[in-house]
């Protein structure tokens, strides 16, 4: 292991090349941490659940790596929604090896670690959502990465699927997806802009209107605030 690297950079560096083989499983980990020479009691310690902390490792560079690649390019020509499909387009296109996600993807439905997943794919579509400038500060924060983390999930399963040429069928498949998503878009100012629709949820309104996003340092396990300073209480 390099001196350099943090042990679990190396762990995950090491653990990728048995997933294909033996998936995100105690095995893998194992023969990883023998692959790097590190001591088990250190091993542990940087990655307390093993292969399992290395796959939410993996999940996490891949955001890394795509706002990497975004930093990189020139998009400012490109209308709002195709930026979207872009950075989800470029966080699938870092991923080397397919199996590897395939492998993850069977771990995180298992039921005691589906949060993780949920939460993975959450973190994504923020870190696009961010990248693009966003400044919501109402329910608007939670609808946008709700709806993403959608179109991103089911991309990434049709992705795993697909046999076309360059994953022709994948970007045709988020473009599908995107155009949804506008559609939903313009029903929600429809319905803002009517009279009588606004009139009927005049009380849901006011409601979503009091839910604000999350903070710069959110009260412990709290997804949301409620904002006090409206009136209304915690």
């Not at 023998?34 to 292969?51: K, L, N, T, Y």
């Not at 090896?97 to 005691?112: G, H, M």
Request: hydrophobic share 45%; net charge negative.
């Amino acid at each position: 292991m390099p001196q350099s690297q943090p042990p679990k950079d190396a762990l995950l560096d090491a653990i990728l090349t048995h997933v294909t083989f033996d998936g995100w499983s105690d095995a893998s980990f194992q023969m990883a941490v023998a692959d790097v020479g590190i001591d088990p009691v250190v091993a542990h310690a940087v990655c307390p659940r093993g292969a399992v902390d290395l796959a939410v490792a993996f999940h996490q560079r891949g955001d890394a790596m795509m706002l990497e690649r975004f930093a990189a390019a020139d998009l400012a020509e490109m209308r709002y929604r195709d930026k979207i499909s872009a950075l989800v387009r470029m966080r699938i296109e870092v991923v080397e090896d397919r199996e590897v996600v395939r492998k993850a993807s069977v771990l995180f439905a298992l039921p005691k670690y589906a949060a993780d997943g949920a939460k993975l794919i959450w973190e994504t579509c923020d870190a696009i959502w961010n990248a693009l400038g966003d400044t919501s500060d109402d329910i608007n924060w939670y609808t946008k990465r709700a709806t993403l983390s959608g179109v991103y999930g089911s991309c990434v399963l049709f992705w795993l699927g697909d046999e076309s040429d360059g994953n022709a069928d994948t970007w045709a498949f988020l473009e599908r997806r995107i155009e949804n998503v506008m559609q939903i878009e313009k029903v929600k100012a429809g319905v803002r802009k009517n009279p009588l629709l606004k009139g009927l949820l005049a009380g849901p309104l006011w409601a979503m209107g009091h839910v604000k996003a999350p903070k710069s340092a959110p009260m412990q396990d709290v997804p949301g605030r409620w904002n006090e300073d409206e009136g209304a209480s915690k």
